[in-house]
């Protein structure tokens, strides 16, 4: 009699963009070196960075990819494109995931294989500590008020996210890789939400730097990033437009899906 085969446990691989940030990508290094499921392997794309970052992620194990072209979207793709692993999880190198971030990540998406990624909240570690949280809710407001209107559905948070390694060669040759002002994660959520379902995920934060509300105006740059992402999807993803587009692809994926259980049944 032969043995029933057993279910194999998706493999995990983490991306990490970095450019000139050693100190802190040694942090997130050491943050997913004590996970309580570890990942099959960690990317680090090194987008031309001058300082010791790439020797740091060869120091910790890590895969180091060298991406040349400017920008996060040109290192972000570059790190995608080199996983292996089935589930692709996404941080920055000021990430501080928790000790069960992988974990949870990984489980959420092997739970519901309907959903395409599942990206998550952060709250800030660093700067004044009474303006950590007021500041995290402006900062993630922000973005959320600019896109999911431009959307039509949940937008990704780059700095803490996970998605099926299908969906992203789905829509690899899609997103925007050469243009260093797009706001990358916004873009991928243009591509994937499109046909594939996204969530978010509760109790998986991530801590992130203020930098973002640091002197060299990051926030505002972020801002700008956001709406130069939104107009190149114009005309073809003009909201009211990509609303229609995106309702009538969900119902033709029910109605195909209540055909298959029908087919399945033998009922016509």
Not at 77 to 88: E, K, N, R, V
Not at 220 to 237: K, L, Y
Request: charged share 25%; aromatic share 6%.
């Amino acid at each position: 009699m032969t043995a029933a085969p057993t279910p194999t446990t998706p493999t995990v691989s983490v991306v990490i963009p970095v450019k000139d940030d050693a100190r802190h990508l040694r942090q997130c290094l050491h943050a997913l070196a004590m996970q309580t499921r570890l990942p099959d392997e960690i990317v680090v794309v090194d987008n031309a960075s001058v300082d010791d970052s790439a020797d740091v992620a060869r120091a910790a194990g890590a895969q180091v990819v060298r991406c040349d072209a400017p920008g996060i979207p040109a290192a972000a793709t570059a790190g995608y494109d080199a996983t292996s692993g089935d589930l692709i999880l996404r941080l920055d190198a000021d990430s501080r995931p928790g000790h069960h971030w992988v974990e949870a990540m990984a489980g959420a998406l092997i739970a519901r294989p309907d959903v395409a990624a599942y990206t998550a909240g952060a709250r800030f570690i660093d700067g004044p500590r009474a303006l950590r949280t007021p500041l995290a809710l402006i900062y993630l407001g922000a973005y959320l008020a600019v896109a999911v209107p431009a959307l039509g559905h949940l937008p990704l948070f780059g700095s803490n996210l996970a998605m099926r390694a299908g969906a992203w060669r789905a829509v690899r040759d899609r997103v925007h890789r050469d243009d260093p002002e797009m706001h990358d994660d916004f873009d991928l959520a243009f591509h994937l939400g499109e046909r594939h379902r996204l969530r978010y995920l509760r109790d998986a934060r991530v801590g992130v730097s203020m930098r973002p509300f640091g002197p060299d105006a990051g926030f505002a740059r972020r801002m700008r990033r956001g709406s130069r992402t939104v107009v190149a999807h114009w005309p073809a993803d003009f909201p009211p437009v990509r609303w229609q587009k995106i309702l009538y692809l969900r119902l033709r994926q029910r109605w195909r899906a209540a055909r298959a259980v029908r087919a399945e049944a033998g009922l016509r």
